[in-house]
């Protein structure tokens, strides 16, 4: 298990759960029952078959070991994948990234944000 996993959300769904303390995930989440996590090394993978090209969009760093419901599961790819059957606490997040989107529709980070 992992110490860190991450989380890529829209500036108004990190607004709207800074405001709530909870998160109970995009869209996406609700429609598939679950959060959506990826590890470090997966982010960018992620935002690459996720998010091309989207703008406004933060990095979550979420700390696993007060993260009740987290399951490791196997993805359609086949990769494990860290999906939350419950909601995030704002607790749980310890640093956040601004996610830059580049002219290729590719992205990078930037540090706290």
């Not at 959300?9 to 996406?28: D, H, L, M, R, V």
């Not at 609700?30 to 470090?40: M, V």
């Amino acid at each position: 298990m992992k110490k860190f996993i991450y989380k890529i959300c829209s500036k108004i769904e990190w607004s709207n759960f800074k405001k709530k303390k909870f998160f109970y995930g995009t869209k996406q989440d609700i429609i598939d029952g679950y959060i959506h996590f990826s590890t470090k090394e997966q982010v960018k993978s992620t935002l690459k078959k996720h998010f091309f090209g989207r703008d406004k969009l933060i990095l979550l760093k979420a700390d696993t070991s007060k993260l009740e419901n987290l399951i490791w599961e196997k993805s359609a790819a086949n990769k494990i994948f860290p999906h939350l059957y419950s909601h995030l606490s704002l607790k749980s997040v310890k640093k956040t990234y601004k996610i830059i989107l580049k002219k290729n529709g590719l992205h990078f980070f930037l540090s706290k944000y």
